[in-house]
């Protein structure tokens, strides 16, 4: 759905319906005025009602009045795009059976220079991109069959409250696109049978209470483009007819759940392109004659919340597209929507949409998935599932996997449901909060971390002093809600800082970090700037293996090491890991003997910490035919030690694995060595096991070896 939604659609069907059944223009044959064209035309009434009219159309003639000697038979004049700027009741004379007069895009001022006084069969007038700045009382009172009245596109400024009077047949109005600042509830008492009102592109940042009770036949209403921040609960009450709203690109944050609660009979909602950033629990409950929804281009929205969409028995189709941080789709996010036939939720960041999302959704028909960074694993296995009803996908040829590697690039309908692990990895989709947020000092603030996994992930944060925050607790100012969001409440330069989101299940982990910065009162900024005497060390160095570390002052949530060999950028994409919280020491792998490399320790996003080293260069045993067993025996005693000391230094790589130097380096943790631990708070050190065993699996390969050589230790 967009901006006029069911008015768009009206006016396509009518179109459609004129150009299968009606036969196309011919010609009028009659005295027609210099340079106009005159024609029997297909036409249709407000109403639906199909004529054929004979039209004049002097449209782009850059007419200053209107042409001499029209035919009295005229239905339908068409003066678009002139120079005309008055128009008295004389030049229509003798027109008795006018039901159209177009006059946009020219040069009217003001209604008073339409001095048209008796035109009661004109059905529609259309004035739209002229210059009008104010109607006043009774301004179109000599159209009293007027059902329709286009006034978009002008400079209105002001309407008086009686403006409308003597428009009782009235049934669509178009003010749209003008200067007015206020609604009046006033206007339209005089519109008893106004069925479509579009008033958007206003600056109007309040709708008030009862603003449009007198419209009882209203089935239409369009407030796009106007700058809305939020609706009274009352906003939309009286409006019992309403079908169809329009909130496109307004400036809601929030759904206007208690205002749409008055419009019982609605069917058609538009929330398109506001700042909204959670679908919330109850936010479209009981809508029992919603038919379609439409929460497309959001930049700001990143999930839709548990029971979000809950008890709307008449909903056939959704429309969640283009929003470029939606990245979660709670599990129970649609609850008893028993009709929804369509689901469209292509461009967006989700990963995955969950098993138990699609079987909630007993008649769904088609789903557009395509231009998502799809997850074939796990949490997708329904698409493959012999058990469960087979959904017909749209654009199956442009819906591909971005991961695992091993599927990347494989058409989603392809992948089979056995390629599919029955468990898998937390991931927070890096749109989920951007690197940096400011705000001023005292304001609230709310960051949103979501992840989807199987089995389902837990999640907590990690503030700049180490401290650890889970829903079931709260510290001070801050709190963390059920679903991952952390409010931190009247922010102050002590609560500026790094924070990190943790999202873990029972096969590893995955982290999402943000730098807070809070701007003081006045002009003066106070922005936290995180001093660490992080160095990054070489604790050993060997043929195939370097084992490095760093002391960390502050919290060090999240971080990344990169390598290079002897100063090559060649596949530097594939040099780098990421590092989970709570780990000091790593030992970094499957090098190559006698090379030089360069270590980069990268902390948030502007520390780095920078070291060179070479490994060692292979040395063999000069081999000897008389070798006695005592010097067998001390050889085998050297390589015990050498075992015995790997495993106190917590080298994470198998001794078959240092051996091999045609792989490519990896990083693993330290698991034996405990001072390899960041610790930085005493709420941490009773997980500080649990987050280091994490951490293997955070990228997959890495945990196996881990566990591997500790057992061989």
């Known amino acids: 759905m967009k901006y006029n939604t069911l008015v768009l659609l009206q006016a396509q069907l009518i179109l459609s319906i004129a150009s299968a059944l009606v036969i196309h223009s ?34 782009d003639l850059l007419l200053s009045q209107l042409p001499a000697s029209l035919p009295v038979e005229t239905q339908t004049l068409r003066l678009q795009s002139n120079l005309i700027s008055t128009l008295d009741q004389s030049e229509l004379q003798g027109l008795a059976n006018l039901t159209e007069l177009d006059l946009s895009q020219n040069s009217f001022s003001s209604t008073r220079h339409l001095r048209i006084s008796d035109m009661p069969r004109l059905l529609s007038l259309h004035l739209e991109e002229n210059q009008l700045r104010h109607l006043p009382d009774s301004a179109f009172s000599g159209f009293p069959g007027l059902q329709e009245l286009y006034l978009n596109h002008n400079r209105l400024r002001n309407i008086s409250p009686g403006a409308f009077n003597g428009l009782d047949n009235l049934l669509r109005l178009h003010l749209n696109s003008n200067r007015l600042g206020v609604i009046d509830r006033r206007w339209f008492h005089a519109l008893p049978q106004l069925e479509v ?45 309403l079908e169809s709203i329009s909130f496109y690109d307004n400036h809601l944050t929030k759904v206007p759940k208690e205002a749409l609660q008055k419009v019982p009979g609605l069917k058609f909602l538009d929330l398109n392109k506001n700042p909204i950033e959670l679908v919330q629990p109850g936010d479209f409950r009981d809508m029992l004659h919603l038919k379609e929804l439409g929460l497309n281009n959001m930049d700001q929205l990143v999930s839709i919340e548990r029971s979000a969409l809950e008890n709307l028995p008449e909903l056939t189709k959704l429309e969640i597209t283009n929003n470029p941080r939606l990245s979660y ?25 969950h098993r138990e999302t699609v079987r909630s959704l007993p008649g769904l028909q088609e789903i557009s998935l395509h231009t998502n960074p799809i997850r074939c694993d796990c949490l997708i296995r329904w698409v493959g599932a012999e058990d469960d009803k087979p959904v017909r996908f749209i654009e199956p040829q442009s819906t591909f996997c971005s991961e695992p590697p ?13 390629e599919m692990a029955d468990s898998c990895l937390p991931l927070i989709a890096p749109g989920t909060f951007p690197s940096h947020v400011r705000i001023r000092h005292g304001e609230n603030l709310a960051l949103h971390c979501r992840a989807l996994a199987e089995p389902e992930p837990s999640i907590y944060w990690v503030t700049p002093t180490g401290q650890k925050l889970s829903p079931s607790t709260s510290s001070g100012r801050y709190q963390v809600l059920p679903e991952g969001t952390l409010e931190i409440f009247g922010i102050t330069l002590e609560e500026a800082g790094f924070y990190t989101c943790v999202a873990e299940n029972l096969v590893g982990a995955d982290t999402r970090s943000v730098t807070v910065r809070v701007d003081g009162v006045g002009n003066a900024v106070m922005i936290s700037t995180r001093r660490t005497n992080d160095s990054l060390e070489l604790k050993e160095v060997k043929e195939r293996y370097a ?24 596949d530097l994409h594939q040099h780098s890991k990421r590092i989970l919280a709570g780990t000091r020491g790593f030992n970094l792998t499957r090098l190559q003997p006698g090379t030089q490399y360069k270590v980069c320790l990268h902390l948030g996003s502007n520390d780095t910490t920078c070291i060179q080293f070479r490994t060692k260069e292979i040395t063999t045993l000069a081999s000897s035919p008389d070798l006695t067993p005592a010097a067998i025996l001390a050889a085998s005693a050297l390589l015990l030690l050498l075992a015995a000391k790997a495993c106190q230094g917590g080298g994470s790589s198998s001794w078959r694995e240092r051996d091999q130097g045609t792989e490519k380096p990896e990083v693993s943790p330290s698991l034996p060595n405990r001072e390899h631990l960041v610790v930085p708070e005493p709420q941490l050190q009773s997980s500080a096991k649990d987050s280091t065993d994490n951490i293997h699996t955070s990228k997959g390969d890495t945990q196996n070896a881990a566990r591997s050589e500790a057992e061989l230790c």
């Open 329 to 353: 789709i709670h599990p129970q996010a649609f609850q008893h929507l028993s009709s929804m036939e369509s689901l469209m939720l292509n461009s967006n960041a989700l990963s995955a949409l």
């Open 197 to 241: 009102l579009m008033i958007g592109g206003n600056p109007v940042e309040t709708i008030q209470d009862l603003n449009f009770k007198p419209l009882v036949s209203l089935r239409s209403l369009v407030l796009a483009g106007m700058g809305l921040r939020e609706l009274s609960e009352r906003a939309l009450e009286g409006l019992s007819s």
């Open 406 to 418: 091993e599927l990347k690039a494989r058409r989603v309908k392809e992948v089979s449901f056995r």
């Open 26 to 59: 011919v010609p009028w044959k009659v005295p027609c005025p210099k340079q106009c064209v005159c024609q029997i035309k297909p036409w249709y009434s407000p109403r639906s009602v199909y004529r054929e009219a004979p039209t004049v159309d002097c449209n």
């Open 547 to 570: 084992l490095l570390s760093w002391a960390a002052s502050q919290n060090v949530p999240s971080a990344r090491l990169s390598w290079l060999a002897n100063g090559s950028l060649e």
